[in-house]
C-alpha cells in the first residue's frame, strides 16, 4: 500500500538527485543541491507527507516520528521563526519560482512535484502549492506555561481540529496569555488545526494538563478563578463577570459542552446571552466572544 511504503521511508530517506536549479523571486536561485524533482508519489523520500487527511494514520505517524506539517508559505515561515526545526518542503513545480528565497533559506530537501501528484500523496488538492514537514519540540510542563500568565483558556476534549485552531487564534487575537489542553483534546499542531489558526498555535503558550480529575485543582492551586462556560439559564452572564484577577475559562467539548465534573469544580458557570431562539454557539464563536469579554485591555 502507497501508506506503508511511504512510512517505510521515515525510518531513514536517501538523499536526492540535485536538479539543475531554479530560479526564485527577485532573481534568487534556489540552491541545485537542496532541489530534489520527484516522479513517483511511491516515493519513500516523501513519508512525511503521505495521506495528509487520514487523521487516525497522522495521529500516530506524527506522534511517533516527531513531525508536523506546515500549509502555505506564511505559516512557513512562522514555523520556522517561532524554531521548529524544517525536516523537507513539498512544492508542486508551478510554485517553486515563487518559492525560491524561502527553500533557498532551508538546509534540507526541497521536493518537488507535479500538482498530480501532490493532491495523490496527500490526499487533497494543494492549493496553496507548498508544504513543510517540520520537527515537533517537547511541550512545556504546565507550571511554566502558567507562570506570569493571567489569562487562560482551558479546553476539555475539544476534537474538531478546525475549531482548536480557531480558539488558538482568537485568543492570541484578544490578548489571552496561554491555552491548556486536556489530555484528550486535539492536536493543535495537526495541519489543519495550523491552518486554519493561522500560525496562532506557534505563537500561543501551550501544555497539556497531565491528569483530567486533578486538573482544575492544579489550576486553582496555581492562583486562577476557574469560569466554566455552558448555556444553562443560571449561569452568570459573563459580560456581568468582574474581569479582575487570574481567570482560567473552561470551555467543553462539541456538543456535549463541559463535563458534569467540570461543571461542578469551577468556582462559577458563566455563559453568553442568547437571542432569538438560539440556545447555544459553536465552540469556536463562544470562544471569541468570552475571550473578548475577560482579556485584559491593552496598554
Known amino acids: ?3 506503508g511504503r511511504l512510512q517505510a521511508g521515515l525510518a531513514g530517506r536517501a538523499r536526492g538527485r540535485p536538479a539543475a536549479g531554479a530560479a526564485g523571486s527577485a532573481g534568487q536561485t534556489v540552491p541545485v543541491a537542496s532541489v530534489v524533482p520527484i516522479d513517483s508519489a511511491d516515493d519513500p523520500r516523501l513519508a512525511d507527507y503521505v495521506r495528509l487527511t487520514d487523521v487516525h494514520l497522522r495521529r500516530s505517524l506524527e506522534a ?5 506539517v506546515a500549509e502555505g508559505e506564511k505559516v512557513i515561515r512562522l514555523a520556522i521563526g517561532a524554531g521548529y526545526p524544517p525536516r523537507s518542503l513539498l512544492v508542486t513545480a508551478e510554485r517553486l519560482a515563487g518559492l525560491g528565497d524561502l527553500a533557498g533559506s532551508l538546509p534540507v530537501p526541497v521536493f518537488v512535484v507535479s500538482a498530480p501528484m501532490a493532491e495523490a500523496l496527500t490526499g487533497y488538492r494543494l492549493h496553496r502549492g507548498a508544504l513543510a514537514s517540520m520537527q515537533r519540540r517537547p511541550l512545556p510542563a504546565l507550571a511554566q506555561v502558567l507562570a506570569g500568565a493571567r489569562r487562560i483558556v482551558v479546553l476539555e476534549d475539544i476534537v474538531d481540529h478546525g475549531n482548536v485552531g480557531a480558539i488558538f487564534r482568537c485568543a492570541a487575537g484578544v490578548g489571552i496569555d496561554a491555552v491548556v489542553l486536556a489530555p484528550r483534546c486535539a492536536d493543535p499542531l ?4 495550523v491552518k ?17 480529575r486533578s486538573g482544575l485543582a492544579d489550576l486553582r492551586a496555581a492562583g486562577f478563578r476557574v ?6 439559564a443560571d449561569a452568570a452572564p459573563i459580560g456581568e463577570i468582574p ?11 462539541e456538543g456535549d ?25 459553536n465552540v469556536a464563536a463562544a470562544a471569541a466572544i468570552a475571550c473578548y469579554l475577560l482579556a485584559e485591555p491593552p496598554d
Open 1 to 3: 500500500m502507497l501508506a
Open 64 to 68: 511517533q516520528h516527531g513531525l508536523f
Open 243 to 253: 474581569a479582575r484577577g487570574r481567570l482560567a475559562l473552561l470551555l467543553g467539548t
Open 196 to 212: 486554519v489558526s493561522m500560525g496562532a498555535v506557534f505563537a500561543m503558550p501551550y501544555a497539556r494538563l497531565p491528569d483530567w
Open 257 to 281: 459542552g463541559l463535563s458534569a465534573r467540570w461543571l461542578e469544580a469551577a468556582d462559577e458557570l458563566v455563559r453568553i446571552p442568547m437571542r432569538g431562539g438560539v440556545d447555544s454557539l
Open 190 to 193: 495537526y495541519r489543519r488545526a
Open 227 to 232: 469560569l466554566a462556560l455552558t448555556p444553562a
